[in-house]
T-cell receptor, first 116, second 112 residues
Framework: DAGVTQSPTHLIKTRGQQVTLRCSPK?????VSWYQQALGQGPQFIFQ???????QRGNFPDRFSGHQFPNYSSELNVNALLLGDSALYLC???????????????FGAGSRLTVL | RKEVEQDPGPFNVPEGATVAFNCTYS??????FFWYRQDCRKEPKLLMS???SGNEDGRFTAQLNRASQYISLLIRDSKLSDSATYLC?????????????FGTGTQLKVEL
């Protein structure tokens, strides 16, 4: 049973470019959340998708957008990249949006973005 | 003030030692609490949930004090393989669903 898969694993972009990161949730999970983890910091919540809608959003600018597809997979898009966007982007999936879902969140290995 | 605060460490301890990590959180509406472990350049993995009654999993004991908004993790008989960053995590269930807030992590190095 595959866990959460993310692609690409590593990528390098330059300032001003746009990037799309992809996530396939664990089988049986229908909620996807995205986190940004800068070096030396804990993961920071970007947003959560459920039923193809953004349900919650953290303190990130509109340059960060996302999408969830009918098969529950998700994309994270970042426009007008800044040097400060360099980070590990983590996707986490879970079952539904109830409190029990937090107990079984599964993280992917992440996409490491470097902005030059 | 950060929503979840931890001492970043590093904690350098000899093998076999007992080590304790502490964490405080600011959102009194937080509903569930966790310790995650993160190895270098890897994804975070759930170590254990934390309950007010305290819970134990082998060498690991977690405790929650809701009144003081304080969470702890105790590791007994440390192993070299325990070397990692330990993340204190708080979940605030809002109308939209679960939102995990992570601390910056506490780095543990277990040495021979």
């Amino acid at each position: 049973d595959a866990g959460v898969t993310q692609s690409p694993t590593h990528l390098i972009k330059t300032r001003g470019q746009q990037v799309t990161l992809r996530c396939s949730p664990k089988s049986g999970h229908d909620t996807v959340s995205w986190y940004q983890q800068a070096l030396g910091q804990g993961p920071q919540f970007i947003f959560q998708y459920y039923e193809e809608e953004e349900r919650q959003r953290g303190n990130f600018p509109d340059r960060f957008s996302g999408h969830q597809f009918p098969n529950y997979s998700s994309e994270l898009n970042v426009n007008a990249l800044l040097l400060g966007d360099s980070a590990l982007y983590l996707c986490a999936s879970g079952p539904g949006t109830g409190p029990s879902g937090a107990n079984v969140l599964t993280f992917g290995a992440g996409s490491r973005l470097t902005v030059l | 003030r950060k929503e979840v605060e931890q001492d970043p460490g590093p904690f350098n301890v000899p093998e076999g030692a007992t080590v304790a990590f502490n964490c405080t959180y600011s959102n009194s509406a937080s509903q569930s609490f966790f310790w995650y472990r993160q190895d270098c350049r890897k994804e975070p993995k759930l170590l254990m949930s934390v309950y007010s009654s305290g819970n134990e999993d082998g060498r690991f004991t977690a405790q929650l004090n809701r009144a003081s908004q304080y969470i702890s993790l105790l590791i007994r008989d440390s192993k070299l393989s325990d070397s990692a960053t330990y993340l204190c995590v708080v979940n605030a269930l809002t109308g939209g669903g679960n939102k995990l807030t992570f601390g910056t992590g506490t780095q543990l190095k277990v040495e021979l």
